[in-house]
Nanobody, 124 residues
Framework: QVQLVESGGGSVQAGDSLRLSCAAS????????MAWFRQAPGKEREFVQG????????FTANFVEGRFTISRDNAKNTVYLQMNSLKPEDTAVFYC?????????????????WGQGTQVTVSS
């Protein structure tokens, strides 16, 4: 069983930055592809960014292209999401997710493990 715990959320103003962290348990973190999803009020959960198990490949949703950067440190069992130029429409609960395998996917159902989420609120 993989345990994921997100942190780093908060309330900021438009244009500000935040860095989210996701700490994973276990000794097999390097075997998992990781992703960040978000769920805004009244909307479905959506893919934000994903990263392969090695960190060599990433995939980014169009709505955060150029603003968000996913990264991972396998030695620390941690994945990060650096968020710059935040917009009010970024307001959501952000979730860390993991799946066993090398192949990146944006499909929610392909991920096996989920954190509890961290709230990001961006005011204008």
């Amino acid at each position: 069983q993989v345990q994921l715990v997100e942190s780093g959320g908060g309330s900021v103003q438009a244009g500000d930055s935040l860095r989210l962290s996701c700490a994973a348990s276990g000794r097999t973190f390097s075997s998992y592809a990781m992703a960040w999803f978000r769920q805004a009020p009244g909307k479905e959960r959506e893919f934000v960014q994903g990263i392969s198990s090695s960190g060599g490949s990433t995939f980014t949703a169009n709505f955060v292209e150029g603003r968000f950067t996913i990264s991972r440190d396998n030695a620390k069992n941690t994945v990060y999401l650096q968020m710059n130029s935040l917009k009010p429409e970024d307001t959501a609960v952000f979730y860390c997710a993991a799946r066993m395998g090398m192949v990146l996917t944006t499909k929610e159902d392909d991920y096996d493990y989920w954190g509890q989420g961290t709230q990001v609120t961006v005011s204008s």
